[in-house]
């Protein structure tokens, strides 16, 4: 998981360092008609801040404080919600980076100066628009798994072909009996926070999610993911040992 969120945040990185460059030499050029060494470096120190922000955001509140929270949460008003604190994120890491590198005092709202005020209110629509994009994608790669979200984008589903892929089954043990103790509602709560206490092992092992059916899940791999690492034999121990230890959490709620 540590290898995984490490990934995730240099890619966040990478994204944000290139669209904060490239909207500072943007602005930089309709004010002054060129691109300076300095406006790429402003873009670089504001796109250095708001990684650091977001993915403090997102590997530290989202994914370890607020966990839970989120889990409840339903795909609309996460979205809204992770997309609203994306901005302000983004547009503070702005602010602080104009502090460094310009201003004499940090200015999040810029009133008098029409070209600052002008910049500010691109950079709100680039940070919106990021934002609400970023997490869409990001939420459905969860949901769905990053290789199934990729491979929708870009239209692989129209071009169907042959493959060797490993495929895993699991399903949960006496659910009709589960179902029958807890009641309809309670049991849908219990498999939603099961599904999701999954998601971790689901993205760091690289499987596919090809289909939820009820009380299963259906997993499935590349051949070369699939063995590489052995991540297709692994993930179920993952799993397991997952449950052995959320087992007191389990028996407590349900």
């Known amino acids: 998981m540590l290898k995984h969120n490490a990934e995730l945040a240099l890619k966040l990185s ?3 360092g290139i669209l904060a460059t490239l909207v500072s030499s943007w602005q930089n050029y309709g004010a002054y008609g060129s691109v300076s060494l300095h406006s790429i470096a402003n873009g670089l120190v504001d796109g250095f801040l708001i990684v650091g922000l977001l993915s403090t955001y ?19 008003p996460t979205l ?20 460094l590198m310009e201003y004499d ?6 009133i008098g100066d029409g070209m600052a005020k002008q910049h ?19 939420q459905n790669g969860r949901l769905l798994g990053p290789k199934v979200m990729a491979n929708f ?18 399903d949960l043990k006496s659910s009709t009996t589960i179902a029958e103790k807890l009641g309809d509602k309670i049991y849908l709560e219990f498999m939603s926070e099961a599904f999701a ?7 760091s ?22 063995i590489a690492d052995n991540n297709c034999l692994k993930f179920p121990l993952e799993i397991q040992r997952l449950f052995v230890a959320s087992a007191g959490r389990y028996q407590s709620r349900y």
Not at 120 to 138: D, W
Not at 153 to 170: A, Q, W
């Open 153 to 170: 984008i870009t239209g692989r589903y129209h071009r169907p072909r042959s493959e060797t892929r490993v495929v895993l089954f699991m």
């Open 197 to 203: 206490d999954m998601t971790e092992a689901i993205i």
């Open 80 to 99: 809204l919600l992770n997309s609203f604190v994306y901005s302000v994120l983004i547009l503070f890491g702005r602010a602080f980076g104009r502090y």
């Open 58 to 76: 997102k590997l530290i509140v989202t994914d370890v404080l607020l966990r839970r929270f989120f889990q409840k949460l339903g795909f609309l």
């Open 105 to 110: 005092r940090f200015v999040l709202f810029p």
């Open 205 to 226: 092992r690289r499987a596919e999610i090809y289909k939820y059916v009820g009380d299963e899940i259906i997993l499935t791999w590349s051949l070369s993911r699939g």
């Open 120 to 138: 500010f209110f691109e950079a709100v629509i680039v940070a919106v628009v990021f934002s609400v994009v970023f997490n869409f994608l990001l």
């Open 14 to 16: 990478l994204i944000a």
